[in-house]
């Protein structure tokens, strides 16, 4: 990868001028210091699974779907067909189980 040494982006970051060096300075307030709180985590807890069951109780319920009665009337058409050409065959296998 080239860098364009004359790009004034890139001449801050390799070739700028020396850096300005200073004292640390402290900040002006320390971070706010987060104490666990067990009532309090188990507060925020039971409100979190009373919005999950809100949630749920409100939602839509899913529909099941049923098996659709076209594919019902066709297949119970087809073992009847089925049943009527092949009785014959139907019969010997039966009369072979029961032996």
């Known amino acids: 990868m080239v ?7 890139n001449k801050p970051m390799h070739y700028g001028d020396k850096p300005v060096i200073t004292t640390v300075q402290a900040p002006n307030t320390l971070p ?20 999950i069951y809100d949630g749920i109780r409100k ?12 594919l019902k009337w066709l297949f119970g058409g087809i073992a009847i067909t089925a ?9 010997k296998f039966v009369k072979n189980i029961f032996k």
């Open 83 to 91: 049943g009527i050409f092949f009785r014959k065959n139907i019969t």
């Open 32 to 51: 706010k210091r987060v104490i666990y709180s067990g009532i309090e985590a188990r507060r925020q807890y039971e409100q979190m699974e009373h919005d």
């Open 59 to 70: 939602s839509k319920k899913l529909e099941k779907k049923k098996f659709p009665a076209v």
């Open 3 to 9: 860098e364009e040494v004359t790009n004034p982006a």
